[in-house]
């Protein structure tokens, strides 16, 4: 089973940091789970809400400061390039996008380093929103694709054969063992969000399940 650090490894250091990644390696994970999202002058940055917020202030929009701006709020956000270089290739970086986002700014990222050395199989990207799927995945064919669906396992399905996807990452709260089952007999694999739970991990591998995205890697 492999075991999936969600955004770096939250429950032990702050999300989508520096901070964050290195627990995770800590913990020697076999994959590394981030969201990105893009700033006004188009630089992928790490960060899961569609805003940043200041303390005792406002809530930023992402898309619409530069990362200059954001840093001078949030000291430790980090770009994607800082993430690439930091993991270096010691385990694949899961890329989540967020719904809506720039896709050629992070294609861009992500050609740059596979032009310097890197390899495909260092980067999984995956993404809940079809049409941000459909749009990666034209700008960059060769990189496995992970559907992330919230409940719907037909609907995992028909978006998988859209992009060519093997991998479907759902919400744990709506996985059951006959499902996670079938779900393997279909020649899937499906992966769980988020589950902190090794015991229910364990149980659910006898039926099928490949991994989980987990915020507590050093609980398995």
Known sequence: MKIIGHRGARGL????????????????????????????????VLHHDK?????????LEIKSHTLKELINFKKDLITLAEAI???????????????SENTSSIAKIIKHYLLKGWSTSNFLIGSK?????????????????IVIEPWSGVRANR????????????????????FIYSVS?????????????????????????KGVVTDYP???
């Open 85 to 99: 270089e930091y993991v270096d290739r010691k385990v694949p970086l899961y890329i989540e996008i967020k719904p």
């Open 218 to 220: 050093d609980l398995f």
């Open 51 to 59: 805003t940043l917020q200041v303390a005792d202030g406002p809530k």
């Open 159 to 178: 978006r998988a054969k859209q992009v060519g996807a093997k991998r479907l990452s759902m919400n744990r709260l709506w996985l059951w063992s006959g």
């Open 185 to 209: 007999k279909g020649g899937k694999e499906l992966y769980a969000y988020t589950l902190n739970d090794p015991k229910k991990a364990k149980k659910w591998q006898k039926y099928g399940l």
């Open 13 to 44: 250091a702050p999300e989508n940091t520096l901070a964050s990644l290195s627990k995770s390696l800590e913990h020697k994970v076999d994959e590394i789970e981030i969201d990105v999202r893009v700033t006004k002058d188009n630089v992928p």
């Open 129 to 145: 929103k079809q049409k941000t799927l459909l749009a990666i995945h034209n700008l960059l064919p060769e990189i496995e694709k």
